[in-house]
């Protein structure tokens, strides 16, 4: 597939990620799912550097995750995209800390968080804003081989593979 | 058989209307109300019955509401997550991703903590550790810009190769150790003392290491202080200022099994949360307390279903409330959560879930003490019938363990389950604070109660469905079949125990079931209270009662109407009570009252009518309205009452006026009537049916003792009331027959002790052959033995073997001996005498004769 058609292939699959507001099979209240782009193998010609630059400018922001250990880095970013209404789009390069897996479960479940110990308070509540989304892009390698939580999948709800 | 009445209490009609009320709102209710003493108002959430200090508002908790669908299986969940949440248990679900397991917790912790309060949570991965669920190290008080430079260099340092060497060495050493302790090496509080130095020591290690990294750095000032930022753990027991947070563990199992054992020490007295957790920090071991508002849930996925097969370490499993969603029952929600194409379609969503009354329990306001009542004796019980439960159940899961459902097929679990002894504890727990009452006694039942709490405490722990119902079948044998029946020594009735003597020539031994037991010792229990109850004394005013008969004439009516074959009665009894209920109670009054009267008369009405039902069931009382038609007490009636009593001793008598105290009082006094019948209750509002039946027992009560009772001229007539008591439909025709026969003679100038007489030995004793005298006479004052009769006994003795019993309100007197000592077949008995004592000595005085004749026989 060219790039164009993969280009076109990750805006609609962006504007599903937006448009798409499910309804909790639990309760009635409408939610807002996670995106998950999958590059099937490591030599794809796009990047989520790609999948970033579709969306239009000041729309979103982009991180890399490259540090197993880290989650403050995106902790702090997230509440900021979250406030300004922005997407976030994350490369995806190790397996994410413990706590990033607990908020992105936490934001599929209920789209909303709570962090610790953050900005001075004990606890924190984060809400989704409704404006704002949170795609991960990862290499099926990296999901298959190093991603240690079992369940990894389940805290998204539109899948691209690239 | 008649139909049974019974009218619910102030109590039951409460706890009836709010459990419609839960009906009606779906199963959650707010509440707002005033403590009495401090006048403070306060709020509460009653989820199923269960009630809970609530600090959210009524707002969050109908948005809340209004947001979750609740099926059979959610409502049968949030309860138990209500019951845990109050009794400070920790509680785990384990069941399939998807199935609500995090989703009820955070809702129910939304509807008492407000829908905007973070909820403290912590997401098991397999990479969780002591640094998430415990807390870490780090520099205290730093600006925006020193915290990212920070963490940057935090970043580094993880990366480094001695942080990665002393985190390997920790993990090698706590593996160990938990090892040791699950091959039970080390005992559970050597294992929280090692694993306490082990933590101190990385812990320690760890933030050494920190600020040398970050003084080599120059990152930090050499005086820059520290601070430890607390994990879930301990943030739920002493976070909140004190107050601690509920946490939710999500994906509990997939923790490494190393880590599950921080959470070993929430394990407390009673199975419940303990009173703190310690942490080995620099200054020693700091205690962590358990906040007012600490609560720890945990969801688990089925381990046989995860990928890698991270199982909860079995030693935790015993520390907490463990409930399995069966994949069966959560398919079935899931059907119908698509039927109502995810709670869309409105119509569908109240018809498929709607709130389940079977899942409303309402608690007994004030239950009964059950370790301390009764000189502890139900508490034995109880104990007994759990410590069988609990050893069954232990038994069954060791032998057969339990299996779990997987694409249709069983595979038998490799989830392990430790029973050391906290279920029963919680069981225990449960009785003190989640009573239910019976419908059909009114009374706690207990037998219902254990069997919730077996449900909850064991049976939530099986997948197995087909194990769960085996395991209700063992409960219900246990309880109420023969496997579970044991010989007690219970309270008899007269005519029981003057019965099995003269069968058996002892008192047999009875076996009943445990449900039996409980119930009878539960039902002691009330009666001693109304009993107590009784010792106030109550006038019945009744206004112009339309009770214009005694009931006697009305039990004529009553017989009529149902004079019908037995089996039929059942269907009659109501029928007939309907019929004169509309006749001697009319829904108006026939005069023109004004319109407050009529309400007054209404609630009377409503009260005697309600008694008139209680006696009617009793089968066995005189109602009297004392009052004529001019509203005074009718000398007349007063007349026939004190006729009735001298009489009619046996059956209880109401008297009912609209006269206060005092005046009935005189009018008792002034016609000699025996103050012991003249007890009064008073109806104000609502009709108190246990007192007319205190009443009711304290005129003829169905057990005396000896000690209660003193010298009276009535008291052999009232212990023949007790045995007469014993219902016998037919005891009429018994004691004609018997009449007819001259089976018993009875000698007596006494109208009343004769007639008593004549029925209970008649009733009760059924002899073929016996002679009572009563050696009194009537109206002798002297207390001397009526010779007469001394010598009717010894002319009767001479001619017979039958069995001659004397009874004299006076001691044995030398001439008498002398007749006793001649003639075996003569006893004599001062009264008060026990009827058994009668029974017993008729027994022998039959059992020697026989003797004697197979002597004279064998002779021949």
Known sequence: MDKGKLQEKIKHFLDIVEKNIITNPLSNKPLYENGLVVFENNNSDLSARDVFEILPKGKGVFITINNPHDYGEFIKTF???????????????????????????????????????????????????????IVFCANRLLIEDKISYPYFYNIFGPILNL | MSEKFRFPSLEEKKE????????????????????????????????????????????????????????????????????????KQALLFEGDPGAGKTFLFKKFIKMVHGKDAPVLDLVGTPRTSELDILGHWAPKGLSEDETKKYDDQLREYM?????????????????????????????????????????????????????????????????????????????????????????????????????????????????????????????????????????????????????????????????????????????????????????????????????????????IEKGVEWDKVLDEKLGEQIADVVDMLDEEFVQYYGKVGDSVSIQGEKRRRTQQMEFSGRNPL????????????????????????????????????????????????????IMTGDTGKIKIQVELSLREKVNDIIENGKIKEITKTRKEVLDGLVKSIFVEEEEKEDEKERIIVS??????????????????????????????HSKAIDTLLKKYFPSQPKNERKENESKKYHTINNSLKEVFKELLELEQAVVVNLDNSEGDISDDKLFNMRDLIKNKITDPIILLSIKNKETFTREIEKNNLDKKHAKFIKIDTGVELVSVRSLVNSIAPNEISKESLKYDKQ??????????????????????????????????????????????????????????????????????????????????????????????????????????????????????????????????????????????????
Request: charged share 35%.
């Open chain 2, 159 to 363: 990366e480094l190769p001695t942080n990665q060497g002393s985190s390997d060495e920790f993990n090698k050493e706590l593996e160990k150790l938990n090892d040791d302790f699950t091959s039970k090496k080390i005992d559970e509080s050597q294992f929280q003392d090692e694993f306490g130095n082990l933590t101190t020591k990385y812990v320690n290690k760890q933030k050494e290491q920190l600020m040398d990294f970050c003084q080599t750095s120059k990152l930090l000032k050499p005086d820059a202080e520290w601070e430890f930022k607390e994990g879930a753990l301990l943030k739920a027991y002493s976070g909140n200022e004190g107050r601690g947070y509920p946490l939710i563990v999500d994906e509990f199992n997939i923790i490494p099994s190393n880590y599950q054992q921080i959470f070993l020490q929430i394990g407390g007295e009673g199975g419940a949360l303990s009173e703190s957790v310690s942490f080995w920090g620099n200054s020693g071991k700091t205690s962590y307390e358990r906040g007012k508002d600490t609560w720890i849930c945990f969801a688990s996925n089925f381990p046989e279903k995860t990928p890698g097969r991270s199982e909860v370490v079995a030693p935790m499993s015993d520390r907490l409330l463990w409930q399995v969603l069966p994949a069966e029952e959560y398919q079935e929600k899931k059907k119908a959560i698509k039927r109502t194409a995810g709670g869309r379609l409105q119509k569908r969503k109240k018809e498929l879930f709607t709130a389940e009354a079977d899942f409303i329990k309402i608690p």
């Open chain 2, 715 to 860: 008291i052999f007539d009232k212990l023949v009331a007790d045995v007469f008591f014993e219902k016998n439909p037919n005891i009429e025709k018994e004691i004609s027959e018997l009449q007819a026969k001259e089976k018993i003679i009875v000698l007596s100038g006494n109208e009343p002790i004769k007639q008593s007489l004549e029925r209970a030995l008649g009733g009760v004793l059924e002899l073929d052959k016996a002679v009572v005298i009563d050696l009194d006479s009537y109206n002798d004052n002297n207390n001397r033995l009526n010779s007469t009769r001394m010598s009717q006994a010894k002319e009767i003795a001479m001619r017979t073997e039958t069995p001659i019993i004397l009874l004299s309100m006076s001691k044995i007197d030398s001439s008498t001996n002398d007749l006793l000592d001649k003639y075996p077949n003569i006893r004599f008995f001062q009264q008060p005498v026990n009827i058994v004592d009668i029974a017993k000595a008729y027994k022998e005085i039959i059992d020697k004769t026989k003797e004697e004749s197979i002597k004279k026989d064998g002779k021949k």
């Open chain 2, 543 to 572: 206004e112009d009662s339309p009770l214009k008969n005694s009931l006697e004439k009305v039990f004529n009516e009553y017989k009529e109407l149902t004079n019908e074959k037995e089996e039929k009665k059942s269907k009659t």
């Open chain 1, 79 to 133: 509440s900021i995209t979250n406030r300004e209404g922005q997407w976030l789009i994350i490369d995806l390069q190790c397996d994410p800390h413990p706590k990033i897996i607990g908020a992105l479960k936490k934001i599929t479940e209920d789209n909303e968080t709570v962090v610790s110990d953050f900005k001075g308070k004990e606890l924190s509540l984060i809400k989704l804003n409704s404006k704002t989304r």
């Open chain 2, 16 to 87: 009836q209307e709010t459990k419609d009320t839960l009906k009606e709102e779906g199963g959650i209710l707010y509440e707002t109300t005033k403590d009495p003493e401090s006048e403070e108002e306060k709020n509460y959430l009653n989820v199923l019955g269960v009630k809970i200090e609530t600090y959210a508002s009524k707002e969050d908790v109908e948005e809340i509401k209004n947001e979750i669908i609740l099926s059979k299986l959610d409502q049968r969940l949030l309860r138990r997550i209500a019951e845990s949440y109050s009794l």
């Open chain 2, 426 to 477: 919680r069981l225990f727990s449960y009785l003190d604070n989640f009573q239910v009452r019976s419908q059909e006694s009114g009374f706690v039942d207990f037998p219902e109660t254990i069997k919730d709490a077996f449900e909850i405490y064991y049976l939530g722990r099986l997948a197995d469905l087909e194990a769960k119902e085996k395991m209700r079948s063992l409960f219900s044998e």
